[in-house]
């Protein structure tokens, strides 16, 4: 069990809190498939201390989604500081479909495309800082930036706001290693609810602008949109715009650098995407599966009972394993294959459920701009020599990613 999350099962005394990721292996985190494999076929559903019960097959991951009112995301399933229930992630069915019916519409697939134009444009303006140098630091200078200014633009917000926004950010994702403490300590707890605080007045303030002077951006949109015929109310906006901050960047960030983690170390899989840029939408959907960049969502069993011949009970954690029901050979027979030609391809990285990602269309989006624009603008690249890729646990991002490469003339 160490190799996931570094806790003991069995051990007498409590646990000490722990992110359900916190002492994995990086290099398990760098290629976790092998890892999933060997846990579906040892123990599928494992009782992990700390963390709760893991669940690692496809039929049970598919059951799980299908039982919201069983396995619940609420505040007691992710702790991230807040001080409301985050919208949609936190709020159990039927109440969740209220919001899913506001939202859903905001973020269909024909809203986002008109958004592509501005993406484009983003993208570039990024790749044209560094595109005469010959190398970069991906994670710095592209996939860390691109979803945040995304995200900026689509609220309405100020370019300018972006390093507060990464601060804000980086303090509920990863508060531990913001500030050096343990994770779970009171100083850690602390600093993560000062963040938190701040989080909420930023958008309150946003939200008075936007009221005084309502454009056609997001955060106009929430403040106009009406569900049977009531107006959401401030606190609702509140609490979708902390969820957007956390559920937003990060996501697309990690996974560009899986992407880009897999392409430098494929490069015959790379020079497809530049010969026929037409298959971008197919490979995207195919690192999703292979890379699944959010490895695990959480839930809390509201009822006692069983998942995969195991007992379950009322209170226990469950960690859904997304990238292990993604490569689950008895789900998809050539599921260790990563193939560009996939017909059907019904992966579980933006989740399943109700709680499926509503962001998916934008994700998808932002991913597929910056794959086209990039092998466009930087047909051949590689990593730096000498430097080996490590992977952050949970949310699978990288670090420090220095790449060289050769611009298009
Ligand atoms: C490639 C990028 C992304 C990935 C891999 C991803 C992944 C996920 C996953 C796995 C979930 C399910 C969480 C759970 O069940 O506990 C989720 C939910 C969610 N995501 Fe994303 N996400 C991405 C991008 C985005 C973006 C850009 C947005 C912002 C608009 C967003 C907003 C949300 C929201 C609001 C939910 C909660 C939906 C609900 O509870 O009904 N995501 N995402």
Redesign the pocket.
């Known amino acids: 069990m160490d190799q996931t999350t570094g806790a003991t099962p069995g051990a007498g005394s409590p646990p000490a809190p722990t992110s359900p990721f916190a002492g994995m292996d990086p290099e398990m985190c760098a290629n976790p498939q092998p890892v999933f494999r060997l846990l579906r076929d040892s123990e599928p559903v494992m009782a992990v201390e700390g963390v709760g019960l893991v669940l690692t097959r496809r039929a049970d991951i598919d059951e799980a989604?299908r039982h919201p009112e069983i396995y619940s995301?609420n505040t007691d399933?992710?702790d991230l500081g807040n001080i409301r229930p985050?919208i949609?992630?936190?709020?159990d069915p039927p109440h969740?479909k209220k919001?899913?019916k506001v939202?859903d519409p905001i973020?269909a697939p024909r809203q986002m495309a008109l958004l592509e134009e501005s993406v484009v444009h983003l993208v570039n303006d990024l790749i044209d800082r560094f595109v005469d140098q010959g190398r970069v630091d991906f994670s710095a200078s592209f996939s860390v930036p691109f979803?945040s200014q995304?995200?900026l633009t689509v609220l309405g917000l100020p370019l300018d706001d972006l390093p507060r926004l990464l601060t804000m950010k980086d303090g509920i994702i990863r508060p531990d290693q913001v500030t050096g403490e343990d994770y779970g300590s009171e100083a850690m707890r602390a600093y993560q609810s000062a963040v938190a605080t701040s989080i909420y007045a930023y958008f309150d303030d946003a939200l008075d602008r936007r009221q005084a002077e309502p454009s056609d951006d997001l955060l106009s949109r929430f403040l106009e949109a009406e569900v049977d015929g009531e107006r959401l109310t401030r606190d609702e906006i509140l609490d979708?715009c902390f969820?957007?901050l956390i559920?937003?960047?990060d996501?697309?960030a990690?996974?560009l650098d899986c992407m880009f983690g897999y392409l430098v170390h494929h490069p015959d899989q790379r020079r497809r995407i530049v010969e026929d840029p037409s298959i971008i939408p197919a490979v995207v959907e195919e690192l999703?599966r292979w890379e699944?960049?959010?490895m695990g969502?959480?839930?809390v069993a509201l009822e006692d009972t069983e998942i995969g011949g195991c007992p379950v009970h009322k209170g226990d954690g469950v960690m859904?394993l997304?990238g292990s029901a993604n490569t689950d050979e008895a789900d998809l027979p050539d599921s260790h294959e990563v193939r560009f030609d996939r017909d059907v391809n019904r992966h579980?990285?933006?989740?399943?459920?109700?709680?499926?990602?509503?962001?998916?269309h934008?994700?998808?989006l932002?991913?597929r701009v910056a794959l086209r624009e990039w092998h466009r603008r930087i047909p051949d690249y590689s990593l730096a020599e000498g430097h080996t890729l490590v992977y952050t646990p949970a949310i699978r991002s990288i670090e420090h990613f220095p790449m060289v490469f050769t611009a298009a003339p």
């Open positions: 989604f995301s399933a992710v985050l949609p992630l936190q709020i969740h919001y899913r939202l973020f979803p995304v995200f979708i969820l957007f559920a937003g960047l996501t697309v990690a996974t999703l699944t960049p959010v969502v959480a839930r859904i997304l579980l990285a933006f989740g399943g459920g109700v709680h499926r990602c509503l962001g998916s934008l994700a998808r932002e991913l």
